[in-house]
């Protein structure tokens, strides 16, 4: 039986295949990030412009520069992670370092008699996302298993490995889990079956654990131009080019009184490019008050994302079986677009001393979707989204003091409401879906707290900032349509530590 399924996972064809909603979901949001003095106002400038980080947010800030800017900007961040699964804690932990932005503006003055005062061109660089780091959660299993899940995935149509249907697995529609799981011999494997006839588990698990390892982000490239109309009225617009590099790692394991029962390992390895455009406007109503109001849309991002999965797994007996020892790559790709965003903005300056910004984001994540799959599993895919996606809220404020001398002491706060429907989880039986993994997270509001300072002279500055975010979510390791009930979730808590450092130099 295991030289017949070793053919038959040899013939596997690497093709066009579909992604699953948890894949794609992190690259839809952006972290805050920018330069220090940005990052310090929880990222609220979207009616006080001059800033290199605002060609990202509402590009007409741009055109608020009456001197050229160049910045540099650097991070280091410290995660803690607390997951608690069925009574049992682990904790995770660990140190990030990046280059969070640099950019330059080039301010053209045009003239003083006409209406165009300034036509301004900024280019900058900006890590979105930063993915990299550790994760791990441990527990007594109470019951539960992700054999259920591989039990499932067999009863359904595509997955009649008693007649070793190759012609079933051409198309790479649904995952092939089963099939390695059988190579591995969980079960009873000369009738593919996972439990006995009564229901009960044939390997019935006392423990288990999972643990990942992830690197890379999104980064983006932004283009902008920027005008300033009478000191008045500013617009602008930014081209951003965006790059995908992110990979994740994960081994999970079921044990019992003996030792492992098995263990399956899955690498992703994620890249492509996307692009959007960014349109804003800032507005000063009144000549002699200093009161702003900005808005601001961001199309969709259209992505172009290519997908790499390995897989290993070791069975009871001792089996083992590694699909990148046996050159067999699972790639897909696919082409999907990530929702519009808009954005309200004020902003108020007392004289010199004080400027206060808020900003209201929205974006509908139910209406992001895939654009190249077939028609059948385009509609599911999507539906998918729509279904267990919803709009998220983002409030941003900030406050700068200038206390003289060059220095300026300056806080914020950010917040963002869930992107994820209550109860969403991974459909990986009626969604076309070729990962082997089967985790997933539903992650819940996230804040942030930020405080910063810096000094400016005539020509250098330096800024700092100080970032304390968090966010809860719910993790599980696979999710079982059969079941009555969900399986129990792993309560995740993280707070990060951020320090950035900027540079820049004002000619």
Same mark, same amino acid.
């Given at each position: 039986?295991?030289?017949?399924?070793?053919?038959?996972?040899?013939?596997?064809?690497?093709?066009?295949?579909?992604?699953?909603?948890?894949?794609?979901?992190?690259?839809?949001?952006?972290?805050?990030?920018?330069?220090?003095?940005?990052?310090?106002?929880?990222?609220?400038?979207?009616?006080?412009?001059?800033?290199?980080?605002?060609?990202?947010?509402?590009?007409?800030?741009?055109?608020?520069?009456?001197?050229?800017?160049?910045?540099?900007?650097?991070?280091?961040?410290?995660?803690?992670?607390?997951?608690?699964?069925?009574?049992?804690?682990?904790?995770?932990?660990?140190?990030?370092?990046?280059?969070?932005?640099?950019?330059?503006?080039?301010?053209?003055?045009?003239?003083?008699?006409?209406?165009?005062?300034?036509?301004?061109?900024?280019?900058?660089?900006?890590?979105?996302?930063?993915?990299?780091?550790?994760?791990?959660?441990?527990?007594?299993?109470?019951?539960?298993?992700?054999?259920?899940?591989?039990?499932?995935?067999?009863?359904?149509?595509?997955?009649?490995?008693?007649?070793?249907?190759?012609?079933?697995?051409?198309?790479?529609?649904?995952?092939?889990?089963?099939?390695?799981?059988?190579?591995?011999?969980?079960?009873?494997?000369?009738?593919?079956?996972?439990?006995?006839?009564?229901?009960?588990?044939?390997?019935?698990?006392?423990?288990?654990?999972?643990?990942?390892?992830?690197?890379?982000?999104?980064?983006?490239?932004?283009?902008?131009?920027?005008?300033?109309?009478?000191?008045?009225?500013?617009?602008?617009?930014?081209?951003?080019?965006?790059?995908?590099?992110?990979?994740?790692?994960?081994?999970?394991?079921?044990?019992?009184?003996?030792?492992?029962?098995?263990?399956?390992?899955?690498?992703?390895?994620?890249?492509?490019?996307?692009?959007?455009?960014?349109?804003?406007?800032?507005?000063?109503?009144?000549?002699?008050?200093?009161?702003?109001?900005?808005?601001?849309?961001?199309?969709?991002?259209?992505?172009?994302?290519?997908?790499?999965?390995?897989?290993?797994?070791?069975?009871?007996?001792?089996?083992?079986?590694?699909?990148?020892?046996?050159?067999?790559?699972? =790639?897909?790709?696919?082409?999907?677009?990530?929702?519009?965003?808009?954005?309200?903005?004020?902003?108020?300056?007392?004289?010199?001393?004080?400027?206060?910004?808020?900003?209201? =984001?929205?974006?509908?994540?139910? /209406?992001?979707?895939?654009?190249?799959?077939?028609?059948?599993? $385009?509609?599911?895919?999507?539906?998918?989204? /729509?279904?267990?996606?919803?709009?998220?809220?983002?409030?941003?404020?900030?406050?700068?003091?200038?206390?003289?001398?060059?220095?300026?002491?300056?806080?914020?706060?950010?917040?963002?409401?869930?992107?994820?429907?209550?109860?969403?989880?991974?459909?990986?039986?009626?969604?076309?879906?070729?990962?082997?993994?089967? =985790?997933?997270?539903?992650?819940?509001?996230?804040?942030?707290?930020?405080?910063?300072?810096?000094?400016?002279?005539?020509?250098?500055?330096?800024?700092?900032?100080?970032?304390?975010?968090?966010? $809860?979510?719910?993790?599980?390791?696979?999710?079982?349509?059969?079941?009555?009930?969900?399986?129990?979730?792993?309560?995740?808590?993280?707070?990060?530590?951020?320090?950035?450092?900027?540079?820049?130099?004002?000619?």
């Amino acid at each position: 039986m295991k030289r017949l399924l070793y053919i038959l996972i040899s013939f596997l064809p690497l093709g066009m295949g579909a992604q699953n909603m948890y894949e794609i979901a992190p690259l839809m949001q952006n972290e805050l990030t920018g330069t220090s003095r940005y990052i310090s106002m929880g990222g609220s400038m979207g009616a006080l412009g001059a800033d290199v980080s605002v060609m990202g947010s509402n590009p007409a800030g741009i055109g608020l520069y009456r001197s050229s800017d160049f910045a540099i900007t650097g991070s280091l961040g410290f995660y803690n992670t607390n997951a608690v699964y069925n009574g049992n804690a682990t904790k995770s932990k660990g140190t990030v370092f990046d280059v969070e932005n640099f950019g330059a503006v080039l301010a053209n003055k045009v003239n003083n008699a006409g209406s165009l005062k300034f036509l301004n061109f900024g280019i900058g660089y900006r890590r979105t996302n930063n993915f990299s780091g550790e994760f791990a959660m441990a527990g007594p299993s109470d019951g539960y298993s992700q054999q259920y899940a591989i039990r499932d995935l067999y009863d359904q149509k595509p997955f009649e490995l008693k007649g070793l249907d190759y012609t079933a697995y051409e198309n790479f529609q649904y995952s092939w889990l089963p099939l390695l799981a059988t190579y591995a011999n969980i079960g009873d494997a000369d009738d593919n079956l996972i439990t006995r006839p009564d229901g009960s588990l044939i390997y019935e698990p006392t423990d288990v654990e999972y643990t990942s390892e992830k690197r890379g982000g999104t980064m983006e490239v932004d283009f902008n131009f920027a005008a300033n109309i009478n000191d008045r009225f500013y617009f602008g617009a930014t081209l951003s080019l965006v790059n995908v590099d992110y990979s994740v790692n994960s081994v999970y394991y079921e044990y019992d009184e003996e030792g492992t029962i098995y263990s399956i390992g899955n690498s992703n390895k994620m890249e492509g490019t996307g692009c959007n455009i960014k349109l804003g406007a800032i507005l000063r109503p009144f000549k002699y008050f200093p009161f702003k109001l900005g808005v601001a849309v961001h199309t969709p991002t259209w992505y172009n994302i290519r997908n790499l999965y390995y897989a290993d797994i070791e069975g009871p007996f001792g089996d083992y079986y590694n699909t990148k020892d046996k050159e067999l790559v699972l =790639e897909t790709r696919s082409r999907f677009f990530t929702p519009w965003r808009f954005i309200a903005s004020a902003s108020y300056t007392f004289d010199a001393i004080m400027a206060f910004n808020v900003d209201y =984001e929205f974006a509908d994540y139910s /209406s992001a979707g895939y654009t190249s799959l077939d028609a059948g599993s $385009k509609s599911v895919q999507n539906e998918e989204i /729509s279904l267990n996606l919803r709009g998220q809220h983002n409030i941003r404020a900030g406050v700068e003091f200038n206390v003289g001398a060059g220095i300026s002491l300056r806080a914020g706060y950010n917040y963002s409401t869930a992107m994820f429907n209550g109860g969403a989880y991974k459909d990986m039986i009626t969604v076309p879906c070729t990962t082997t993994s089967t =985790e997933y997270e539903n992650i819940f509001e996230t804040e942030a707290v930020t405080l910063g300072g810096g000094y400016r002279g005539k020509v250098f500055y330096f800024d700092m900032a100080y970032v304390l975010s968090s966010r $809860k979510s719910d993790f599980y390791t696979y999710y079982d349509p059969s079941s009555e009930e969900p399986s129990p979730a792993a309560s995740v808590d993280q707070t990060n530590h951020t320090i950035t450092a900027t540079f820049g130099l004002r000619f």
